[in-house]
């Protein structure tokens, strides 16, 4: 298998990958409708339901919640991931490679036990509903994506290089900020991008810890799956769709050059 893939497994993997992705697509049409109701193929365009979107406090708030969780998920997670990695990658001790599987278990169990587990937990804590709780629970998820991707930067990055600012008088704060940091940023980047998607079009645990109050844009839009299909479902449906798309693209953009860059 080395070298380049044959044109016979491109042309498969195009087809494969179109199929894949041309019903995720089918919501953009349809969020330019001109119809009061999801159709496709649409009948007419119109910019109406984008308007309305945009008017329409409900989804407002949940678009910011959504923002705000996902953005204090990403700062959570880079900080734990790296620090997780730094002391997994650099660390000798007992029992190393149980808390490795510990770290990454998130990423195995399924959502749905992991909500029902933290619904408990939220419950006897007094935290079920809150955005604090959701952020944490978002983290829980997200921050072993951001372990995997810094572990990997730091595997790749020549020690001798701390070592060195560490004989000219450098202590280890200043040799991670200085040094350990700036190699490994292409890889936090990347875990912090990966992060900021899953939290940005998490459903299932947003479900299980959401109240009335805090609502993220995946919840609403279930909520409005439930009860109506207006175009602007659609519209919702096509802002994730692009956000997560264009984060990931960045993110592998970012590890792709973080390939050709080093030697």
């Known amino acids: 298998m080395r070298g380049k893939p044959s044109p016979g497994l491109r042309a498969y993997g195009v087809v494969v990958g179109t199929l894949l992705i041309l019903p995720t697509l089918v919501v953009i049409p349809m969020s330019f409708s001109a119809s009061e109701f999801l159709s496709f193929p649409p009948k007419g365009l119109s ?3 984008y308007r309305e979107f945009f008017a329409d406090p409900v989804w407002m708030a949940a678009v910011g919640q959504s923002l705000q969780v996902a953005a204090c998920t990403t700062v959570l997670s ?60 978002h983290t829980v998820i997200a921050y072993p994506l951001v372990y995997i ?7 790749g990055m020549d020690q001798t290089l ?30 912090a991008l990966f ?17 009335p109050i805090v609502k993220t844009l995946p919840v609403v839009m279930w909520q409005q799956v439930q ?28 590890a792709t050059r973080r390939k050709v860059v080093q030697p």
């Open 149 to 155: 991707a810094v572990s990997t930067s730091l595997q």
């Open 195 to 211: 992060a900021f998607t899953t939290s940005w079009d998490e459903l299932i645990l947003s479900i299980f810890l959401s109240s």
């Open 227 to 254: 009860t109506e299909l207006s175009p602007t479902l659609a519209v919702a449906a096509t802002l994730v769709m692009v956000t997560t798309i264009v984060l990931v693209a960045a993110a592998a953009w970012v």
């Open 78 to 137: 880079v900080v734990l991931g790296i620090m997780t990695a730094l002391g997994l990658i650099r660390g000798r001790f007992r029992g190393k490679s149980a808390l490795q599987v510990l770290v990454l278990s998130p990423m195995i169990m399924p959502l749905v036990v992991l909500a029902v587990g933290l619904f408990f937990v939220y419950s006897d804590w007094r935290i079920l509903g809150s955005l604090g709780g959701l952020i944490l629970a």
């Open 47 to 49: 910019l109406v339901w």
């Open 162 to 191: 701390e070592q060195a600012a560490a004989s000219l008088g450098a202590n280890r704060w200043y040799a991670f900020r200085t040094v350990t940091l700036p190699l490994i940023a292409p890889g936090v980047l990347t875990g």
